[in-house]
């Protein structure tokens, strides 16, 4: 106050001078001289500079206010643009994540599930879950803060996911979120290396016994001929039986891990452009012949004609070949009337990845069987040494993708390939 009153008491001040200096020089004005009359502006500037002074101390301050108002509202509106590019990009992030993401309402027990992203979107789409809500329902099932591996059914068979469900609050609203992660590929991969390492201990161990049983079933069986005669008849016959049966199974055994050994030296992928179509009519030509002498054919048909991949032509026309030899081996045992069948079709799915499938209108597979397919060693066949399908699944492994058996729509059995 006291400041503000000795502004206001300097501009009275500064006005009365204004106005003495005024009245003289309306008093000299009779007389003017040139002298007089520069010393009177002189003098005026004085209280000019205090009225001045005063007048803008005591002047409102709005006008700065004003000014930094206006550079405020432009700071604002670049932090806004800011926070919506930083919000676009967080969910273009979310919503190309390589994990399927759910939201659950409610913190616990049964809520409304919903996908938060493609991957989540993509799980429920038709072709992928056979039952999208036994899927949701299992997803809210999930105890919060841990991680479980669970297994759901879509229509290439059963498939594995590592899930994990966390609780936060969204507005005021408990809430859970739960990560499905994908890992039948990564399992798989882990499964066939560790069939791999073991078939190699297996040969490795079994071939050093029998090479040493065969070679001295050789030289026994001629150290026999040598000392013919001076054995009895019915003594040497039976040394001899025992000696060409002891020689055979080494022989056969032999042969046997042999097979085996080749599950676990498969070459590493030399992978090339391969047009699909040349690939397959190479195939036709091959395999005909023996579906027309069961009375029935193989179809191969690429869709765009024009398709190609990279990959291993010699290792997956193997895989196929493995394929339709089991169908046509299934069907050639079948007491069916119709004709055997059998498709194999390329084309691109989702994600522009290709997918071959190989049906045929065979029994199929049993329920039961379907999870040990795969596996070596297992055959439903009396002579099967269970290398076919093992097979199969480490050529297409090598080359960078799976193989599923699928549920069929009709009867048959269907196995898709995918890279």
């Not at 409610?106 to 036994?134: F, I, K, M, T, Y």
Request: charged share 20%; net charge positive; hydrophobic share 50%.
């Amino acid at each position: 106050m006291a400041s503000e009153r000795a502004l206001k008491l300097g501009v009275a001040a500064g006005v009365v001078a204004l106005m003495a200096l005024a009245a003289a020089a309306d008093a000299l004005s009779s007389a003017p001289e040139p002298r007089r009359i520069v010393l009177c502006a002189l003098l005026g500037l004085i209280p000019l500079s205090v009225l001045w002074h005063c007048l803008r101390k005591l002047g409102p301050r709005v006008p700065r206010m004003e000014r930094h108002g206006a550079s405020a509202g432009a700071t604002s509106a670049l932090r806004q643009n800011e926070l919506a590019a930083s919000v676009l990009a967080l969910d273009a992030r979310l919503e190309h994540a390589p994990i399927a993401l759910f939201r659950i309402m409610h913190a616990s027990g049964a809520g409304e599930v919903a996908p938060l992203n493609a991957s989540a979107r993509r799980l429920l789409a038709p072709g992928r879950a056979s039952a999208p809500q036994d899927l949701q329902q299992l997803l809210a099932a999930q105890p919060v803060g841990q991680r479980k591996l669970i297994t759901f059914d879509t229509e290439r068979g059963d498939e594995r996911a590592l899930v994990a469900v966390s609780a936060l609050s969204v507005q005021g609203s408990a809430q859970r979120l739960a990560a499905l992660m994908p890992v039948e590929s990564e399992l798989e991969a882990e499964a066939l290396n560790a069939w791999r390492e073991l078939v190699q201990v297996l040969t490795h161990e079994i071939m050093n016994s029998l090479t040493p049983v065969a070679s001295l079933s050789r030289t026994a069986h001629g150290l026999l001929e040598e000392a013919s005669a001076g054995l009895p008849a019915d003594i040497h016959a039976d040394l001899g039986i025992a000696l060409d049966a002891i020689a055979r199974r080494a022989a056969s055994l032999v042969d046997f891990v042999g097979s085996y050994r080749s599950l676990s030296t498969v070459p590493q992928a030399q992978s090339q452009r391969v047009r699909l179509e040349d690939l397959f009519e190479r195939l036709s030509a091959l395999l005909a012949p023996q579906w027309q002498a069961l009375g029935g054919q193989v179809v191969f048909s690429v869709e765009p004609a024009s398709l190609e991949v990279m990959i291993d032509p010699g290792q997956l026309e193997q895989a196929l070949i493995n394929l339709l030899k089991n169908a046509a081996e299934a069907m050639a045992g079948g007491a069916s009337s119709r004709a055997p069948r059998a498709v194999v079709s390329a084309r691109l799915s989702r994600g522009s990845r290709l997918r071959i499938e190989v049906a045929d209108n065979g029994p199929g597979v049993p329920e039961a069987l379907a999870a040990h397919i795969f596996t070596p060693f297992f055959s439903t066949k009396k002579q099967g040494r269970g290398i076919g399908l093992a097979m199969v699944r480490h050529l297409v492994h090598a080359n960078g993708g799976t193989v599923r058996y699928a549920r069929s729509v009709g009867e048959g059995a269907r196995f898709m390939l995918t890279f």
